[in-house]
């Protein structure tokens, strides 16, 4: 989870589609992640399972951006799975959003 906060602070759109399940990444990622994004803080709330042993995991964390001079927060619970020793991100859901 951390990497990929990184990835998107560095617009490193490689690294994103890399850690990104094949199963759920937009084919036209890439123009989403940009530079014109201020990236200014990463705060995991919870993780569930996602261990040494586990094959699947759960990360809830806040992400506080700026753009456009508008400062924003981003609040997911993310879903992870292990394939070939490496860590990929499938979905998330927004545990702030209205029903």
Same mark, same amino acid.
């Given at each position: 989870?951390?990497? *990929?906060?990184?990835? +998107? ?5 490689? +690294?994103? /589609? ?9 084919? #036209? %990622? ?15 709330? *919870? ?13 809830? %964390?806040?992400? *506080? ?14 879903? %992870?799975? *292990?394939?070939?020793? /490496?860590?990929? +991100?499938? #979905?998330?859901? %927004? ?5």
């Amino acid at each position: 989870m951390r990497s *990929r906060y990184t990835a +998107y602070v560095r617009a490193d759109n490689d +690294y994103l /589609r890399k850690t990104w399940h094949a199963s759920t990444c937009p084919p #036209d %990622f890439g123009v989403a992640v940009t530079e014109a994004v201020k990236w200014l803080g990463l705060e995991i709330k *919870r993780s569930q399972a996602g261990g040494k042993n586990d094959e699947t995991g759960t990360v809830e %964390f806040v992400a *506080r951006y700026k753009h456009a001079g508008k400062a924003t927060r981003l609040h997911e619970a993310s879903r %992870f799975v *292990r394939e070939e020793g /490496r860590w990929l +991100y499938v #979905d998330g859901i %927004f545990p702030d959003a209205k029903k």
